[in-house]
């Protein structure tokens, strides 16, 4: 008879302790939603950059698979006839906004709109840096970073990338090779193309 006792107050325990988290999480969940507006979009009980969430392929409504936004493309945009939607997971608690409007600066106000920086812990090579810091510590990093990040160092990496990859095409197709490549070393291309891409820039700059 005591033990019965026990047993229906430890389930009524847990029963309150499931239902005050289930009531903060749907609370949590009104604000967010009320915020933006009750913007259209989807949900998935699977997180997307959780373990699980890139193990396991598509299911609707339980996981929507890794990479899924560039399987999709625009094509989740116009289901719901708009260019901004909403996106959230239960386990864990995940909330994203996708925007389909390049003119649309969202990101230009991180207070508001901070990246999550736990997916760049695998960044954290050398400890935080300019890409997987916020706050105040991420403005430490972007002072000193900033004299050399500019329009004009950016302008010209990207069209000394674009040179060396023209000419790299260029090689396979005057080998006979423009339907099919074979690389058997992709990391020692990769590695020295970007090597070259940085003398590049560095000659730039002495220059």
């Known amino acids: ?6 047993t229906q ?23 967010v939603f009320v915020g933006i507006g009750y913007l259209p979009g989807d949900m998935a009980l699977i997180g997307p ?4 969430g890139m193990v396991v392929p598509h299911i ?6 890794h990479g899924f936004p560039y399987r999709q493309k625009y094509e989740i ?12 997971s239960i386990l ?13 600066a969202l990101t230009s106000n991180r207070v508001t709109f901070p990246k999550p920086v736990e997916d760049y812990d695998v960044v954290n090579l050398y400890g935080t840096n300019v890409v997987t810091a916020e706050g105040d510590e991420w403005k430490l990093h972007r002072r000193i970073t900033a004299p050399s990040f500019n329009e004009r160092n950016n302008k010209m990496v990207c069209e ?4 060396l990859v023209t000419e790299l095409f260029a090689l396979w197709s005057s080998q006979g090779n423009d339907a099919r490549v074979e690389i058997e070393d992709p990391m020692e291309m990769t590695t020295e193309f970007a090597l070259m891409v940085i003398a590049a820039a560095g000659n730039f700059l002495n220059g």
């Open 1 to 6: 008879m005591l033990h019965d006792k026990y």
């Open 77 to 88: 945009f116009k289901k719901y006839n708009a260019d901004i939607i909403s996106r959230f």
């Open 49 to 52: 950059n959780s373990i699980v």
């Open 160 to 163: 000394e990338a674009t040179r």
């Open 9 to 31: 107050q430890l389930l009524w325990a847990i029963s309150l302790t499931a239902s005050f988290f289930t009531a903060r999480y749907l609370i949590r969940l009104h604000r």
């Open 92 to 104: 864990p608690y995940w909330f994203t906004l996708y925007v389909a409007d390049a003119e649309v």
């Open 60 to 65: 609707p409504f339980i996981n929507r698979g």
